[in-house]
Each structure stands twice: as structure tokens, then as C-alpha cells.
């Protein structure tokens, strides 16, 4: 049992570190989004519009498409993406048909 521990030991403590430097890739690094950045989105945007203000892609959390019906309601999709900072701070946005429809921010200076 020993044997195994010992050789176990820094294989964990390898993966353990390797996952931990991905976590926390921004440290130290520059903001992905600012409180003037956030001030400078407005509705109606599209998503390439809010990703060259930001100056980086958002993490997609959550889609959803609804079909029309023809002639009477166009297709509807719903996208909503999260960009984060290492600080915690982050903004929200979600965007219909490619539109902003609604933004949110928290901690952001």
C-alpha cells in the first residue's frame, strides 16, 4: 500500500496543479470586461458588435431556438453568454436573433 501511495502522490499533485493553473488562467491578466466596456453595449447590438467592444468571445450559457410559424411568426433563437474576470466580477447578455436584448453586470470597475 505504501508503494502505491508513493508513486500515487506526485502523479496527484500533478494533475492537481495542472487543473488548477487552467482555472485560473486570468490571474494576473487583464480584465475581459470593464465597467466602461459594459457602459459602451447597448440594446439592439449584435453579438459581434458586443465581442469587438469586449475585445474577446463571451462563454455560451445557454440557448434555445423556437420555430415560427410561417406567415405569421418568424423563428425565434435565444442565446444568453457570460464573460468572466479572475476577480469574479462578470457580465451577462443575452441576445435574440442576434440582437442584445438584455445585459447585467456585477462587480465591474
Given at each position: 500500500m505504501k508503494f502505491a501511495m508513493s508513486r500515487l502522490t506526485p502523479f496527484m499533485l500533478f494533475v492537481f496543479a495542472i487543473l488548477f493553473i487552467a482555472g485560473c488562467g486570468d490571474i494576473g491578466g487583464a480584465k475581459k470586461v470593464t465597467k466602461a466596456n459594459y457602459n459602451e453595449i447597448q440594446e439592439g447590438m449584435s453579438y459581434a458588435q458586443v465581442v469587438s467592444i469586449i475585445g474577446s468571445e463571451g462563454e455560451e450559457m445557454a440557448s434555445n431556438k423556437m420555430d415560427g410559424v410561417p406567415g405569421v411568426?418568424?423563428?425565434?433563437?435565444?442565446?444568453?453568454?457570460?464573460?468572466?474576470?479572475?476577480?469574479?466580477?462578470?457580465?451577462?447578455?443575452?441576445?435574440?436573433?442576434?440582437?442584445?436584448?438584455?445585459?447585467?453586470?456585477f462587480g465591474l470597475n
Open positions: 411568426m418568424p423563428s425565434i433563437s435565444t442565446k444568453m453568454y457570460s464573460w468572466k474576470n479572475f476577480d469574479g466580477s462578470n457580465m451577462n447578455a443575452m441576445f435574440q436573433n442576434d440582437r442584445l436584448i438584455q445585459k447585467a453586470q
